[in-house]
């Protein structure tokens, strides 16, 4: 299995508050992404990293901000949480921009 | 439209048979295309990757790809109940790193 961990694995936080999610790979990849799974809507991109301070938006970018100083974390932050973004959270990486991903266990974030 | 389209299901099929799973896409730029794995509550595995026309078979796993009519597939042969999982198509389109995901098809094996 790929080395992907992911922080926390469970987290239930309120509205309003700063988030931030961890993710943490041991096997030296390039790319790195973030990924929101929702029902009816399927993994959706929110950010992605293609180098050390290098990154991207994806489709659902807004409302979460990335980080990326060292080639094996990539930190999701959600600057002010909001209910709609209560998800399971997927951080995956990559070799290759162009090649398959490998997904960490996921975290579950409840905003009340 | 979604970039990647999928049938939700979910697809039933009695164990031995062989599970059709079928994707489209819109972008004919598309170059690479994945399936994956979802058990419930779990993260998605990677089965296939497939990036010309034509087949690919890994075990009981074929994936097929045509360009010219802009859809993937995967066959699952002699079926499992441990097959029974959510099953997504990806392709990478409209950049070279992002990939988008269908919404995945619900596979149930019944014994």
């Known amino acids: 299995d790929a080395g992907i961990t992911q922080s926390p694995r469970h987290k239930v936080t309120e509205t309003g508050t700063p988030v931030t999610l961890r993710c943490h790979q041991t096997?030296?990849?390039?790319?790195m992404y973030w990924y929101r799974q929702d029902p009816g809507h399927g993994l959706r991109l929110i950010h992605y990293s293609y180098g050390v301070k290098d990154t991207d938006k994806g489709e659902v970018s807004d409302g979460y901000s990335v980080s990326r100083s060292k080639t094996e974390d990539f930190l999701l932050t959600l600057e002010s949480a909001t209910s709609s973004q209560t998800s399971v959270y997927f951080c995956?990486?990559?070799?290759?921009?162009?090649?398959?991903?490998?997904f960490g266990d996921g975290t579950r974030l409840s905003i009340l | 439209q979604k970039e990647v389209e999928q049938n939700s299901g979910p697809l039933s099929v009695p164990e031995g048979a062989i599970a059709s799973l079928n994707c489209t896409y819109s972008d004919r730029g598309s170059q690479s295309f994945f399936w994956y794995r979802q058990y419930s509550g779990k993260s998605p595995e990677l089965i296939m990757s497939?990036?010309?026309?034509g087949d690919k078979e890994d075990g009981r796993f074929t994936a097929q790809l045509n360009k010219a009519s802009q859809y993937v597939s995967l066959l699952i042969r002699d079926s499992q109940p441990s097959d029974s999982a959510t099953y997504l198509c990806a392709g990478i389109s409209g950049g070279y790193q992002k990939v988008t995901f269908g919404t995945g098809t619900k596979l149930q094996v019944i014994p």
């Open positions: 497939i990036y010309s026309n």
């Open positions: 995956a990486i990559s070799e290759e921009g162009h090649g398959p991903q490998h």
């Open positions: 096997e030296n990849h390039r790319y």
